[in-house]
């Protein structure tokens, strides 16, 4: 079972969400931006990070990454993908994802240890969680407001595709304090916060983000 | 060489805090009876040579799929006449 992990020009924890994918019991693989092949993968992380310095907007010029051409119509095909922050970003701006993320609403970079409801827990990446668990990671962004039109919203709403939501108060101005989503088949997930930083206690504020990589290893043995 | 213009806006319905900062700066410099300010991007897109429909239509393309996303964002285009 292999999980690839892309680095951007940028990416700043690839790193870590390959030690993630390792703890989760996986082999990692580091994928290149520049290459299209996926070299075997069985699931892709597009990790966080500021891909490009956010240049044009964040996950802009990512998006059009030989790498992502591949990711795209793999997705398209069911291949589990999870974007973590620029990951999430870059996920909404190849139109995998609906809607867009914009600076906090107060301007200010955030980081912090996140409460979150797991409000989806029938994709590939959240299957290992309890309906409503509640975890806590960290949130460390600065266009991390999650926007979308209303019909949009009430669309992820009606089906379901609300995966994660920010408890206690909104911590950067995400319509319907909406942490992460994901498509209707539920292979692809968007999500601000960084499970990758919370699968070890010596690290992190929990080990609350494990889940996400336990998830797709099953995910994919089901598959 | 022709020049073609976009420029972008996020949609009235979107939050610019980038906007709201320069707004606030606005109020402490002294700079008064501003009600609202909203910040853009404007790309100067210089031709290899004339601008012929064909050429436009070319950065009105890239206009909807790189310079601005739709999702967030209006954009407006225009042929900036020879000096």
Known sequence: ?223 | MARVVVDVMLKPEILDPQGKAVHGAFGRLGFDGVADVRQGKRFEITLDGEATEEKVAEIRKAADTLLANPVIEDYTLHVEADQ
Request: hydrophobic share 40%; net charge negative; proline share 4%.
């Open chain 1, 1 to 223: 079972m292999k999980i690839g992990v892309v680095t951007f020009p940028g990416s700043l924890d690839d790193v870590d969400a390959r030690r993630a994918a390792t703890v989760a019991g996986a082999e990692a693989v580091a994928l290149w931006h520049g290459d299209a092949d996926l070299h075997g993968v069985d699931a892709v992380v597009l990790p966080g990070g500021f891909s490009y310095g956010d240049y044009l907007r964040a996950g802009a010029i990512s998006r059009f990454a030989p790498v992502m051409e591949t990711i795209i119509k793999k997705a398209g095909e069911g291949l589990p993908v999870l974007g973590i922050c620029n990951g999430f970003q870059v996920l909404c701006e190849s139109h995998l994802l609906p809607g867009a993320l914009i600076k906090n609403h107060h301007r200010k970079f955030i980081c912090k240890d996140q409460p979150l409801r797991i409000e989806n827990n029938r994709t590939a990446w959240t299957s290992d969680y309890d309906a409503n668990h509640e975890i806590t990671i960290v949130l460390k962004n600065q266009d991390g407001s999650y926007v979308a039109d209303e019909a949009t919203l009430d669309r992820l709403e009606g089906e379901g595709l609300v995966v994660a939501r920010y408890l206690d108060e909104n911590p950067n101005g995400s319509y319907r304090d909406i942490a992460g989503i994901t498509n209707a088949r539920g292979n692809v997930v968007g999500l601000m916060p960084h499970p990758e930083h919370c699968v070890e206690t010596l690290t992190g504020p929990s080990t609350d983000g494990l889940g996400f990589f336990t998830s797709v290893l099953k995910a994919v043995v089901a598959s």
